[in-house]
């Protein structure tokens, strides 16, 4: 299985502290180690980095943690394959345009047999369940509205077509237009909010404490989504078995 990292946040924020735990997953302190990927929402631009090697050995994700870019919106992955051989081709996350918008898209789990009919200009170009349910997911959507709807409509559309997928298998994933960021658990997610006041976080996956009050703002929130916690002192709250959360702003919305 692989594993997921979501942040939606207040104003733009860098995820050194969350990436830099989550890498060592990817073949270090987990065997997640078939490849990576992050994307970073800038506005309606967007930053993806992908490779095929595992996550903590790459320079390039070393990189990222040394220096680091600032977004409302983070969709990372660390992937352990099972369906689809390790290629750049199958690194998560996956990307597309809609609506003239990016959409990030990253799973984990597995969809047994899933092979939808897509008929639309929605098509993998890798080999993976994972990239087949993300076209078909948008190709549904864009069935179901003519232009970008707002952010309760989209979860409403969502909520009608997920079950089409899970029934082919586990659906974890992260999902976002860069002005939301949209998360299903199927088995396991875990989420927090980082806001005022602020406390301090020690990553389990690496020596590293930070206090996020001499870092941060009152006004600075950030929601951290993510398969397992990455910190042994903070109120991480699971999600319930096949749950979507939608975050706007550093917040879920009501369901």
Same mark, same amino acid.
């Given at each position: ?5 979501? +942040? ?23 065997? =997640? ?12 631009? @967007?930053? %993806?980095? *992908? ?12 990189? %990222?943690?040394?220096?680091? #870019? ?7 992955? *660390? ?31 597995? #969809? ?8 639309? =200009? ?8 994972? &990239? ?9 959507? !864009?069935? !179901?509205?003519?232009? @970008?709807?707002? *952010? ?9 077509? +997920? ?17 939301? @960021? ?5 088995? &396991? ?20 404490? $930070?206090?996020?009050?001499? +870092? ?7 929601? *951290?989504? $993510? ?20 975050? $706007?702003?550093? +917040?879920?919305?009501?369901?």
């Amino acid at each position: 299985m692989c594993q997921l990292l979501g +942040l939606n946040c207040a104003t733009p924020t860098d995820a050194s502290f969350s990436f830099t735990g989550f890498c060592q997953r990817g073949g270090n302190t987990a065997e =997640h180690a078939d490849g990576w990927g992050i994307a970073f929402f800038e506005g309606r631009g @967007l930053r %993806l980095f *992908v490779e095929q090697e595992s996550a903590a050995q790459s320079p390039m994700a070393q990189f %990222l943690q040394s220096y680091p #870019l600032k977004s409302k919106n983070i969709i990372a992955h *660390v992937r352990k394959a099972t369906m689809g051989e390790v290629a750049l081709e199958n690194a998560h996350p996956f990307t597309r345009e809609l609506w003239g918008r990016n959409w990030v898209f990253a799973h984990n789990g597995d #969809l047994k047999n899933y092979f939808p009919h897509l008929h639309r =200009h929605f098509h993998p170009v890798g080999s993976t369940d994972s &990239e087949r349910a993300f076209c078909w997911l948008l190709q549904e959507l !864009s069935k !179901s509205h003519a232009s @970008l709807p707002s *952010v309760a409509e989209l979860t409403l559309t969502l909520r009608e077509l +997920l079950p089409q997928v899970r029934r082919f298998g586990s659906f974890n994933f992260l999902l976002s237009n860069g002005e939301a @960021l949209w998360a299903h658990c199927s088995t &396991e997610l875990h989420y927090l909010v980082r806001q005022h006041p602020f406390a301090q976080a020690t990553l389990k996956d690496q020596d590293w404490t $930070v206090n996020f009050a001499e +870092l941060n703002q009152p006004g600075e929130r950030a929601a *951290v989504i $993510v398969t397992a916690p990455l910190t042994h002192d903070e109120p991480w709250q699971r999600f319930a078995a096949d749950e979507l959360k939608v975050f $706007v702003d550093g +917040l879920p919305l009501a369901n």
